[in-house]
């Protein structure tokens, strides 16, 4: 069935670091969504992407759909301590299926 | 406010003893989840609902059952809770089986 890769599994940053995540699907995605877990929150939407190679910001943060619509990436700059949380993606048809996330630590 | 709600929050029980978790939304939506959350595996998606009746299986229905007999309410039941079924299960909702999801706060379940 299909399958949703999500790597790293942690990411230790200083605070000003960059950091990226990304996800690869065993199959083409019709779209991709991106969200944000804090710890002991539930997940919150931060972004969908749809259209092949496809580049969306959100202040520090990049999400990009790669071409075959198999695999995206969220990049933040220069990582701040409100950063700090887990980070998934999800691809979907009828079954969304989640990555297994990125947690994310900040050292200020 | 547009939330979804579950309860309990928390809950301890013994196996064997059927419990019920409920959800509801306020934001009219069709497409309803169930996830659990568990260490080094994310979000596996339990059931879904894309309306009213409809309902079927994801990707870790096994030992679940679950009903849509409004648009707001889906409940997940454990007929027979068994001790791997003790996680973190999150009910999400949206406009669209494509939309984006709106999570509730989580139920903490422990079965021993």
């Known amino acids: 069935g299909q399958q949703v890769m999500q790597i790293p599994q942690y990411q230790h940053v200083q605070e000003g670091e960059d950091f990226t995540t990304y996800c690869n699907s065993s199959?083409?995605?019709?779209?991709i969504q991106w969200y944000k877990q804090r710890p002991g929150g539930h997940p919150v939407f931060l972004i969908q992407?749809?259209?092949?190679?496809e580049v969306k910001k959100q202040k520090r943060l990049t999400f990009q759909f790669g071409e075959a619509k198999k695999n995206s990436s969220l990049h933040i700059t220069a990582t701040q301590t409100t950063d700090v949380g887990t980070y998934f993606c999800?691809?979907?048809?009828?079954?969304?299926?989640f990555g297994a996330g990125t947690r994310l630590f900040v050292k200020a | 406010e547009a939330q979804v709600t579950q309860n309990p929050r928390y809950l301890i029980t013994v196996t064997g003893k059927k419990l019920t978790v409920t959800c509801s939304q306020n934001?009219?939506?069709?497409?309803m989840s169930w996830y659990r959350q568990d260490p080094g595996l994310g979000l596996r998606q339990i059931y879904y609902?894309?309306?009213?009746?409809?309902?079927d299986k994801g990707d870790v229905p096994e030992g679940y059952k679950v009903s849509r007999k409004e648009k707001r309410n889906f409940p997940l039941i454990l007929e027979s809770p068994s001790p791997n079924q003790t996680s973190l299960y999150f009910c999400?909702?949206?406009?669209?089986?494509?939309?984006?999801?709106?999570f509730g706060p989580g139920t903490r379940l422990t079965v021993t």
């Open positions: 999400a909702s949206s406009y669209t089986v494509a939309g984006e999801q709106y």
């Open positions: 199959t083409t995605l019709s779209n």
């Open positions: 992407l749809v259209k092949s190679g």
């Open positions: 999800a691809g979907q048809d009828f079954k969304t299926i």
């Open positions: 934001m009219n939506h069709e497409y």
């Open positions: 609902s894309m309306n009213v009746e409809v309902t």
